[in-house]
């Protein structure tokens, strides 16, 4: 009994990191290479999806389903692929990040930052992986969603600097930019997020402050899988009788609060202090 107990809490844990630059020498390889080794060191089984290496196809077509789509008048790609899922005539690159993305208990998206988002690359896996009825459906979703059970996160470098993503810098906060991918994408997916890892501007550091950005990657990573989540309200504070507005009852509530519950929910208020960039806020 007790050792089916320590199986059960030794099992090796699958991390899945779809990473996206294009150069094995960037600084962005380098954090890959550091996540991999340290979380194999682990113990850790990891699969990497090396996104510019697989020409991985960005955008989300007919193509991406074989045999004939029922509508072929007005192709709708929601639904036309989740057909395509359920009847196994998907792309088999799309098949094979769904095998990769079933195994894996923490996602690591690891990309420069393009354009306040993730590299078009990128964003092209999340459409097309991220499939309807494999990795939400209408019932499915935010605290109730399909990888409630999974963790992901973003980790990322910039070319701007960290004063320049803040409340009073010239691109505004950092954790607005983040909202889009981390509630629209992660959250949106049942994902329980992890704070980003977010590495500011190394291009414009020295080699040794860059190196130092490194170690505290990899001391970040030795505690990675236990880490908490951010926080995101749970879908049954919404009433989808009123169109998924906030309860009343809960609105009430955070009426004398001073700040709003999160980002996106900021009920016209402050939004919360670094909602989007650590756990517990
Ligand atoms: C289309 C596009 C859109 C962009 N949009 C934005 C945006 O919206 N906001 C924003 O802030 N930025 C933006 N950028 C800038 C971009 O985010 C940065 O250029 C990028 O994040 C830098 O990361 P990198 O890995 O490419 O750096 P690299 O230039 O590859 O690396 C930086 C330095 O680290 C060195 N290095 C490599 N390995 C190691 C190692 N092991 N140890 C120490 N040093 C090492 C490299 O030699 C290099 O000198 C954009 C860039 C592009 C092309």
């Known amino acids: 009994m007790v050792s089916s107990v320590n199986v059960l809490f030794s099992a090796a844990q699958t991390v899945l990191i779809v990473y996206a630059h294009q150069s094995a020498g960037s600084f962005n390889a380098a954090v890959k290479d550091a996540a991999v080794d340290a979380l194999k060191k682990q113990g850790c089984n990891v699969l990497v999806s090396d996104l ?16 004939a789509v029922k509508n072929p008048e007005h192709f709708c790609y929601g639904n036309e692929t989740m057909l395509a899922w359920q009847e196994g005539r998907l792309a088999s690159d799309i098949v094979d990040e769904h095998k990769k993305l079933k195994e894996a208990d923490l996602v690591i998206f690891q990309f420069p930052m393009y354009w306040f988002s993730v590299p078009a690359i990128m964003k092209g896996w999340m459409d097309r992986v991220l499939t309807l009825g494999f990795a939400y459906t209408l019932e499915k979703r935010y605290s109730e969603g399909i990888f409630r059970d999974k963790k992901a996160m973003l980790s990322f470098t910039t070319g701007s600097h960290e004063t320049m993503f803040s409340s009073n810098g010239i691109n505004g906060d950092m954790n607005v930019t983040l909202w889009p991918i981390q509630n629209g994408v992660l959250n949106y997916c049942g994902f329980q997020v992890l704070a980003p890892q977010i590495f500011w501007a190394p291009t414009h550091l020295s080699s040794e402050a860059r190196e130092g950005l490194l170690e505290g990657w990899c001391a970040r990573l030795q505690g990675l899988l236990n880490e908490a989540p951010l ?3 749970p879908v049954d504070i919404f009433d989808e009788e009123e169109g998924f507005q906030l309860k ?7 009426a004398e609060s001073h700040f709003g519950l999160t980002v996106g929910h900021h009920l016209e208020k402050p939004l919360p202090p670094h909602n989007q960039m650590k756990a517990g806020v």
């Open 52 to 67: 510019y290496e697989m020409k991985f196809k960005a955008t989300a077509t007919e193509e991406d389903i074989t045999g």
């Open 231 to 233: 926080t995101f309200p």
């Open 248 to 254: 009343p009852e809960v609105r009430e509530k955070h």
